[in-house]
């Protein structure tokens, strides 16, 4: 397989040559902010010297980190590691902490990139199905690994399983549970409590989503100083740039902006979720910043997201197990949800009015 194409394809929803960044596109499938970052992360950039850019950045992004320890209740910046986006740190956290062979273990449906980083490590991915209710399985609670991947609010579900449910899982796995929370500033609550209280715990953030950085690749896992001394040995000498901790470090100290930027997309994706179960839509209740969307009506998933594809609106369409008659659509601005329910309107008419 080629992993690199497989992981455009798969994880952004496109493959390589199609323009899609052309202003008459509404990209809502690959879960970016509609809004634009803090003006301080801009100033921030523009204010870096020559020699910032001439010499070599903080191996250990010591700046951004403290920021990042104080912001999320840690002690110190030892409970903190820097990351070239959060995809990085978990292909870090497998090879810190994973020999090849070993089993990794993940609910399904999930994040698909665990699947092509465990087959690029040697590591067998073991599923456990989420039940009816898109929730852990018992089955969860007994499975065994040298790690687990659990994202929290999971993609591409957008449900957030219960606090309750995830500490049982950190007393019951016997090795180390990574909780992605890359959507957790859109939920209702987090985990960054857990390294505190179990060894195992490793939390991760990102800012590309609440932080509106997709552009920038900066991602942190909070978890014990001796689990975040072990990455430290493995990660690559210089893998967060200069003009990304500017970036970080600014968005960690303006946080009230992202704070209101999260208020905008959290309201819109009631409202948006609200519009498409009247089109007849089955959408669980996401605490993300996109609504999976199941469709049992004609066209079918497929169709719905050819025909929006074709007036310039893109969404996402897995063709998986449990998902083909799913659409993933992420909460754009309210201009964009409009066009969006507009055209579904469209396509579908008023199937579910």
Same mark, same amino acid.
């Given at each position: 397989?080629?992993?690199?194409?497989?992981?455009?394809?798969?994880?952004?929803?496109?493959?390589?040559?199609?323009?899609?960044?052309?202003?008459?596109?509404?990209?809502?499938?690959?879960?970016?902010?509609?809004?634009?970052?803090?003006?301080?992360?801009?100033?921030?950039?523009?204010?870096?010297?020559?020699?910032?850019?001439?010499?070599?950045?903080?191996?250990?992004?010591?700046?951004?980190?403290?920021?990042?320890?104080?912001?999320?209740?840690?002690?110190?910046?030892?409970?903190?590691?820097?990351?070239?986006?959060? %995809?990085?740190? /978990?292909? @870090?956290?497998?090879?810190?902490? #994973?020999?090849? =062979?070993?089993?990794?273990?993940? $609910?399904? +449906?999930?994040?698909?990139?665990?699947?092509?980083?465990?087959?690029?490590?040697?590591?067998?991915?073991?599923?456990?199905?989420? %039940?009816?209710? /898109?929730? @852990?399985?018992?089955?969860?609670? #007994?499975?065994? =690994?040298?790690?687990?991947?659990? $994202?929290? +609010?999971?993609?591409?579900?957008?449900?957030?399983?219960?606090?309750?449910?995830?500490?049982?899982?950190?007393?019951?796995?016997?090795?180390?549970?990574?909780?992605?929370?890359?959507?957790?500033d859109f939920a209702d609550d987090n985990c960054l409590d857990f390294p505190a209280r179990f060894p195992n715990a490793i939390v991760?953030?990102?800012?590309?989503?609440?932080?509106?950085?997709?552009?920038?690749?900066?991602?942190?896992?909070?978890?014990?100083?001796?689990?975040?001394?072990?990455?430290?040995?493995?990660?690559?000498?210089?893998?967060?740039?200069?003009?990304?901790?500017?970036?970080?470090?600014?968005?960690?100290?303006?946080?009230?902006?992202?704070?209101?930027?999260?208020?905008?997309?959290?309201?819109?994706?009631?409202?948006?979720?609200?519009?498409?179960?009247?089109?007849?839509?089955?959408?669980?209740?996401?605490?993300?910043?996109?609504?999976?969307?199941?469709?049992?009506?004609?066209?079918?998933?497929?169709?719905?997201?050819?025909?929006?594809?074709?007036?310039?609106?893109?969404?996402?369409?897995?063709?998986?197990?449990?998902?083909?008659?799913?659409?993933?659509?992420?909460?754009?601005?309210?201009?964009?949800?409009?066009?969006?329910?507009?055209?579904?309107?469209?396509?579908?008419?008023?199937?579910?009015?």
């Open positions: 397989m080629n992993y690199g194409r497989e992981l455009l394809k798969d994880v952004e929803g496109y493959v390589p040559g199609e323009q899609l960044n052309r202003p008459d596109i509404i990209k809502l499938n690959t879960n970016e902010n509609p809004y634009p970052p803090s003006p301080k992360v801009l100033e921030a950039i523009r204010a870096l010297t020559d020699d910032a850019l001439r010499k070599y950045p903080d191996p250990v992004s010591l700046a951004f980190r403290s920021a990042c320890a104080e912001r999320y209740g840690c002690e110190s910046a030892d409970w903190i590691i820097a990351g070239n986006g959060m %995809d990085e740190l /978990l292909s @870090l956290v497998l090879r810190t902490f #994973v020999d090849p =062979g070993d089993t990794v273990v993940a $609910t399904y +449906p999930t994040y698909s990139l665990y699947e092509i980083l465990c087959a690029l490590h040697g590591s067998p991915l073991e599923y456990i199905d989420l %039940d009816d209710d /898109l929730q @852990l399985a018992e089955d969860m609670y #007994v499975a065994r =690994g040298r790690l687990c991947f659990l $994202t929290r +609010p999971n993609a591409p579900t957008g449900v957030a399983a219960p606090r309750a449910d995830v500490e049982r899982l950190c007393e019951s796995f016997p090795g180390i549970v990574v909780i992605d929370e890359a959507y957790a991760m953030r990102t800012f590309s989503k609440s932080f509106s950085l997709a552009g920038m690749r900066i991602g942190v896992a909070i978890a014990r100083p001796a689990l975040i001394r072990e990455f430290l040995k493995t990660k690559d000498s210089y893998n967060m740039d200069a003009v990304s901790q500017a970036a970080g470090l600014a968005s960690m100290q303006d946080y009230d902006w992202q704070q209101e930027n999260v208020a905008k997309v959290r309201a819109t994706r009631t409202r948006l979720r609200a519009a498409l179960i009247e089109r007849g839509f089955d959408v669980p209740v996401s605490q993300s910043n996109f609504l999976l969307a199941h469709w049992a009506g004609e066209p079918a998933a497929k169709g719905i997201f050819e025909a929006l594809r074709e007036r310039g609106i893109l969404v996402r369409y897995f063709n998986a197990r449990r998902l083909t008659n799913a659409l993933r659509i992420t909460v754009g601005t309210d201009a964009e949800c409009d066009a969006l329910l507009t055209g579904l309107d469209a396509i579908i008419g008023d199937a579910g009015a």
